[in-house]
């Protein structure tokens, strides 16, 4: 079983479409995150929500939109896409909204926008 | 402001050892975590320190000094499948994890 799934993979689209990335866990985890990963590879927290609250919303423009129906769910929508944008999207979930406990990840979505 | 560092870049033959460092300067410190991270995948938890001293796993280690603001990851007989980023994150006093840049080890025969 999949502990943290996001979907797509892969995702190939033009500049000003909009998108989503739907992520699940599995785990019962409080907490769920969107991390940005670009070229040099370096992680970046966009958001975390706590129980489908919001806690964390760090400078992303506000074009980036995530939204949490449940504890177990939390999709990112983006509007108006940008190059700058590529990226790679990871979802990720731990125990609770400390930074102390481990963080599982999804596989990660590829964002290209051309 | 809030720093890590750790080399960009390490390069390593099958079957030694390797040390990849990581120092910090954050506000606070409640603990320090390593992740691997294969090209095209998901970081993947290794190890978490909090305390000062060596932590063994396996053929991987992790040590910390909290008065130096200092980490490092030994990996002994390393393995091609070792081949990977290495990521280094630091936990602040407000409780956020601080990344690092990631260490890219390469792995020869």
């Known amino acids: 079983d999949t502990a943290v799934s996001q979907t797509p993979k892969y995702l190939v689209t033009q500049m000003g479409n909009d998108k989503s990335i739907k992520c699940e866990q599995n785990l019962g985890h409080d907490t769920m995150y969107w991390y940005k990963q670009d070229s040099k590879k370096f992680l ?11 806690i964390i919303n760090e400078t992303v423009p506000n074009r980036f939109s995530p939204k949490s129906p449940d504890k ?6 983006i509007n108006s896409l940008e190059l700058g944008d590529s990226a790679v999207y990871f979802c990720a979930s731990s125990q609770d909204s400390s930074g102390a406990n ?3 990840f999804g596989a990660g979505s590829r964002l290209t926008v051309l | 402001g809030q720093n890590i560092d ?12 390797v040390q990849i460092n990581c120092t910090y300067q954050t506000s606070g410190f ?3 975590f390593w992740y691997q991270q294969h090209a095209g995948e ?6 978490y320190n909090v305390l000062d001293g060596l932590e063994e796993k396996g053929r991987f280690s992790s040590f910390l000094s909290r008065s130096k603001g200092y980490s490092y990851l030994l990996l002994k007989e390393l393995q091609m499948k070792d081949s990977a980023s290495y990521l280094c994150a630091v936990v602040d006093s407000n409780y956020q994890l ?3 840049a990631g260490t890219k080890l390469i792995i020869k025969p």
């Open chain 1, 44 to 54: 970046k927290i966009m958001f975390s929500y706590n129980n489908k609250e919001l």
């Open chain 1, 72 to 77: 177990a769910h939390l999709n990112l929508h």
């Open chain 1, 102 to 104: 481990v963080l599982t």
């Open chain 2, 6 to 17: 750790q080399p960009t870049e390490m390069t390593a033959t099958e079957g030694a050892i």
């Open chain 2, 30 to 32: 409640n603990g320090l």
């Open chain 2, 42 to 47: 998901a970081p993947t938890f290794l190890s």
């Open chain 2, 98 to 100: 601080i990344w690092g």
